[in-house]
């Protein structure tokens, strides 16, 4: 009687690991992962200071907003070209804050240094452009209802929106 052989010994004994194709063909995708997580982690730096700016700011409006329902102090908020800072109006007023903001400058001082509202510069590298829509100083009061509102932050080509609702909430949008 003939020795019978296993199915597939034949095949097993022939393939005896990858070919230099299946090797680099494996390699060239493990680069095109690592490029692409590497571009995605290490983009684009200054979108990606935009962003963590806007965020930011969507916390500190929100603070400010918490601040001056517990104080019942009006805050403003005033950007500038390297900054922007938070301030206050005086409780003691004669005149009601709106009227006496626009008849010229009733601020108290600024937010001290260990505040979060103290005031800032804008992340180095950044040229911020800040438009409000509509347009007007960003007031924080004790009122719990808000007209929406749309802070735009621009630096170069990169542009991020900062909307308020009407409920008193921040998004941040690209």
């Given at each position: ?75 403003l908020w005033h950007p500038a070209p390297h900054g922007y800072a938070f301030q206050r109006i ?85």
């Amino acid at each position: 009687m003939m020795p019978k052989s296993v199915p597939g010994a034949a095949e097993a004994s022939r393939q005896g690991g990858f070919s230099l194709i299946e090797m680099m063909v494996v390699l060239l995708i493990i680069g095109i992962a690592a490029s692409l997580a590497t571009v995605s982690a290490f983009g684009d730096s200054s979108r990606r200071a935009l962003q963590q700016e806007a965020d930011r700011l969507a916390v500190l409006f929100a603070t400010a907003q918490t601040q001056a329902r517990a104080t019942g102090q009006v805050i403003l908020w005033h950007p500038a070209p390297h900054g922007y800072a938070f301030q206050r109006i005086p409780r003691r007023l004669l005149l009601p804050s709106r009227v006496a903001m626009g008849a010229g400058r009733v601020l108290d001082t600024e937010f001290p240094a260990d505040s979060p509202l103290r005031p800032r510069q804008w992340p180095e590298g950044l040229d911020i452009v800040v438009s409000v829509q509509p347009d007007a100083v960003l007031r924080f009061d004790a009122d719990w209802v808000h007209a929406p509102l749309q802070i735009d932050l621009r630096s170069g080509r990169q542009q991020v929106q900062i909307l308020r609702r009407g409920d008193g909430s921040y998004e941040v949008r690209q």
